[in-house]
Every structure is written in structure tokens, then in C-alpha cells.
């Protein structure tokens, strides 16, 4: 089974959410191939989908040792840092370098937004927010974070310029960006 082959399958487990196969496919890939980083990375998957935080991340970080410009590594470690872990200043520090690997991903701009947002640093998720949406103008999520950060900032014309924005974009770009 090659390394496509093998990711592929891994999607499937995570999109039927089969974590403890999942893991067990993760597991057993990674003791084939210790040196491929998407072994490591689907294995932290299914621990930080499982709740095993503590270990999601030792394994997210045996990932990057393996591919430090893996994005996608960078983003999840971010998320379980931030949303599980209660390390806020940490997972900003996952994002930030999450986007010196690929700056012109406006999920990861979103998401950076979305976290110092809620660190109150509220010009800062503007400025991040802004930068995603330089990238996709009709990505919804980063105009609600900019419309948060313009609240917290009391300036409500951007707010009322986000809604707007947000009154012409299709329905289907409201779902989650994955």
C-alpha cells in the first residue's frame, strides 16, 4: 500500500468517525514507516478525536520532528493547544508558525484570528481576519472574527459594513470551513 493509498484510507476512517480504527491503522502504519510524518499526524487525529489530548500532542510534535512544514501538523497541534489543552499562548505560537509555512492558507488566518479574538487582542484578529479574507473574500467565518474584533473595538461601522458582506454571500459558504 503506498503512502497516497494509505492516506487515503485514513480519510475514510476520519470521515466515518472510526477513531479507535483509526488509531489502530495510525499506529500500525507508523511502526511500517517511522519516518513518514502523515503516519504520526493521523495518529494524533484519532488520540485528540478520542480526547487523548497529552498524547495527541507528544505525537504531533514527533510529527514535526519529522515535517516541520507540514501546515496541517501545525493546525491541529494549534487547536488541541488552544481548545483542550488551555495553553492559548502556545497554540498562538503553533499558528503563527503554522502560517510562516503557508502563508496563503485563509483557514489558518481565520483560525489565528479566531484565537487572539478571544485573547482580547482584538486588532490583531482584525489584522488576521483580513488577511483571510484577502484570500477569499467570501469566507464567512473570517468575517464573523472581524466583526467580533470590530465589536470589542466598539467601531461599528465595520461591523455593519461585515454584515453587509456577509448578506451577499451564498448559503452554502455558511457551512465550516474544514
Given at each position: 500500500?503506498?503512502?497516497?493509498?494509505?492516506?487515503?484510507?485514513?480519510?475514510?476512517?476520519?470521515?466515518?468517525?472510526?477513531?479507535?480504527?483509526?488509531?489502530?491503522?495510525?499506529?500500525?502504519?507508523?511502526?511500517?514507516?517511522?519516518?513518514?510524518?502523515?503516519?504520526?499526524?493521523?495518529?494524533?487525529?484519532?488520540?485528540?478525536?478520542?480526547?487523548?489530548?497529552?498524547?495527541?500532542?507528544?505525537?504531533?510534535?514527533?510529527?514535526?520532528?519529522?515535517?516541520?512544514?507540514?501546515?496541517?501538523?501545525?493546525?491541529?497541534?494549534?487547536?488541541?493547544?488552544?481548545?483542550?489543552?488551555?495553553?492559548?499562548?502556545?497554540?498562538?505560537?503553533?499558528?503563527?508558525?503554522?502560517?510562516?509555512?503557508?502563508?496563503?492558507?485563509?483557514?489558518?488566518?481565520?483560525?489565528?484570528?479566531?484565537?487572539?479574538?478571544?485573547?482580547?487582542?482584538h486588532e490583531k484578529a482584525m489584522?488576521?481576519?483580513?488577511?483571510?479574507?484577502?484570500?477569499?473574500?467570501?469566507?464567512?467565518?473570517?468575517?464573523?472574527?472581524?466583526?467580533?474584533?470590530?465589536?470589542?473595538?466598539?467601531?461599528?461601522?465595520?461591523?455593519?459594513?461585515?454584515s453587509e458582506m456577509l448578506a451577499?454571500?451564498?448559503?452554502?459558504?455558511?457551512?465550516?470551513?474544514?
Amino acid at each position: 500500500m503506498t503512502s497516497e493509498d494509505k492516506i487515503k484510507s485514513a480519510r475514510e476512517l476520519c470521515e466515518s468517525n472510526s477513531w479507535p480504527e483509526l488509531l489502530t491503522f495510525a499506529e500500525k502504519w507508523r511502526a511500517e514507516n517511522p519516518a513518514d510524518a502523515k503516519a504520526s499526524f493521523y495518529e494524533g487525529i484519532a488520540l485528540a478525536a478520542m480526547g487523548r489530548f497529552a498524547e495527541a500532542e507528544t505525537v504531533y510534535r514527533r510529527a514535526l520532528g519529522l515535517d516541520p512544514s507540514d501546515f496541517k501538523i501545525w493546525n491541529n497541534l494549534a487547536g488541541i493547544l488552544f481548545e483542550a489543552m488551555n495553553r492559548p499562548m502556545d497554540a498562538v505560537r503553533c499558528m503563527e508558525q503554522a502560517m510562516k509555512v503557508e502563508p496563503l492558507n485563509k483557514l489558518g488566518w481565520s483560525n489565528l484570528a479566531s484565537m487572539v479574538g478571544q485573547l482580547g487582542r482584538h486588532e490583531k484578529a482584525m489584522e488576521f481576519a483580513n488577511r483571510a479574507l484577502t484570500l477569499d473574500p467570501q469566507m464567512v467565518e473570517a468575517h464573523l472574527h472581524k466583526a467580533a474584533a470590530a465589536k470589542a473595538l466598539g467601531k461599528m461601522e465595520i461591523v455593519k459594513e461585515v454584515s453587509e458582506m456577509l448578506a451577499t454571500i451564498e448559503e452554502e459558504k455558511f457551512r465550516r470551513a474544514r
